[in-house]
């Protein structure tokens, strides 16, 4: 059974500091990753894909990957109220276009 | 380009009636996903279509449900009979692959579906 695990939260940080939202994946040949954003109500959104170990930075968003460690985070620099949703870690399966989805992770920018 | 369309956005109806949820994918897109969100389990991959076929069924929950993709531009996921733990969000996301490698997908709006 794949997995991929998110702390729920709800994480609070304040306005202006940074978010770290954090995912571990059971599947080794996990090859793709992605973090949505979806606000309440809403549909995912996609905001970052990494597919190889270290960092990608996108604006304000960095995405890392570890496959060693099967983990991947999102970091969020100067989180703005606007920031607050709840963060969707996602992980193809080893030679697959489905994604497993993780519960999310509920994130509260305090102004 | 509008988007994954899915229709209606908001379903009420009574146990045991047939349900039809309708999605249009984005123009060009050759994959696409009916996935299921609840609070509970988040969201869940029902099943997969390539090119029109369906390629994974194995997230469908039970004979009840049902989906088809007849052609490139629409696809139908159908619950019938209904029961009151069908209701959910229901989504439908397209994408490109595998030919450009894996992207993520695009969402549609999705179905809130009530079963009374």
């Known amino acids: 059974q794949k997995e991929v695990e998110q702390n729920s939260g709800p994480l609070s940080v304040p306005e202006g500091a940074i978010a770290s939202l954090n995912c571990t994946y059971s599947d080794r040949g996990s090859q793709s990753f992605f973090w949505y954003r979806q606000y309440s109500g809403k549909s995912p959104e996609l905001i970052m894909s990494?597919?190889?170990?270290g960092d990608k930075e996108d604006g304000r968003f960095t995405a890392q990957l570890n496959k060693a460690s099967q983990y991947v985070s999102l970091l969020i620099r100067d989180s703005q109220p606007s920031d607050s949703a709840t963060y969707l870690c996602a992980a193809s399966g080893a030679g697959s276009y489905q994604l497993t989805f993780g519960k999310g992770t509920k994130l509260s920018v305090i102004p | 380009d509008a988007g994954v369309i899915q229709s209606p956005r908001h379903e009420v109806t009574e146990m045991g009636q047939e349900v039809t949820l309708r999605c249009k994918p984005i123009s060009g897109h050759n994959s696409l996903f009916w996935y299921r969100q609840t609070m509970m389990r988040g969201l869940e991959l029902l099943i997969y279509?390539?090119?029109?076929?369906?390629?994974?069924d194995s997230g469908m929950p039970e004979d009840r449900f049902s989906a088809k993709m007849p052609n490139a531009s629409f696809s139908t996921l159908k619950i019938q009979p209904s029961e009151p733990r069908d209701s959910a969000v229901y989504f439908c996301?397209?994408?490109?692959?595998?030919?450009?490698?894996?992207?993520?997908?695009?969402f549609g709006s999705g179905t809130r579906l009530t079963v009374v």
């Open positions: 279509f390539n090119n029109n076929v369906p390629i994974d």
């Open positions: 996301a397209s994408s490109l692959a595998p030919e450009q490698g894996l992207e993520g997908y695009t």
């Open positions: 990494i597919y190889s170990n």
